[in-house]
């Protein structure tokens, strides 16, 4: 497999595509002890801030402006992180709809006692809704993935949306449904 450009598929004549490198994003922090959980290892949800602080950048800035997260989903937490742990959060637009981004995110720790490379210790994937001044839903420049990589991301967050879309769905369906049938929960 090549990391060559695949064919653009998401230019719209209103407003022009954006490719994926114009707004990926990399967060670095050091973990202290004011970032530990009882067990001294980093507390997930400073890992959780850092994902969702990194994706927002990327959303503002492939957005051109407001982007406020509609959802997280699928964080994994791989590795725990330590006190002193170089943590990198690497985040980039995975799939743009009409007012919505998925962003898709990878957080890597470089150990500070270890001459190892970065080890993956999480991922994420956010819903990224951008909004005007009235906190109203504004459309977003199509994503113009470059590389094949970027591809197979963009295909695999429209599977996610595909879900997404369908478990709320079926989930409306059910609660009006036992509504329907007299239920008050
Ligand atoms: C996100 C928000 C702007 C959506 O507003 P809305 O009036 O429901 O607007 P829509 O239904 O048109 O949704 C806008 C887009 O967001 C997507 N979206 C909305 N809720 C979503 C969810 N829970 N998961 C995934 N996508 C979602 C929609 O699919 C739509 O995308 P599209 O235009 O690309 O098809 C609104 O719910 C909001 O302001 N939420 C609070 C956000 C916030 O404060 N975040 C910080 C959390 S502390």
Redesign the pocket.
Known sequence: MTDQAPAAQTETPDIPGKPTSASRTTLSHIMTHNDTNLLGTVHGGVIMKLVDDAAGAVAGRHSGGPA????MDEMAFLEPVRVGDLVHVKAQVNWT????MEVGVRVLAERWNESAPATQVGSAYL?F?A?DAD?K?RRVPPVIPETERDERRYQEAQIRRTH?LARRRAIMELREKRAAEGFED
């Open positions: 406020v997260t509609a959802s709809g009409r007012t919505s819903v809704a909004v906190g839903p997404r």
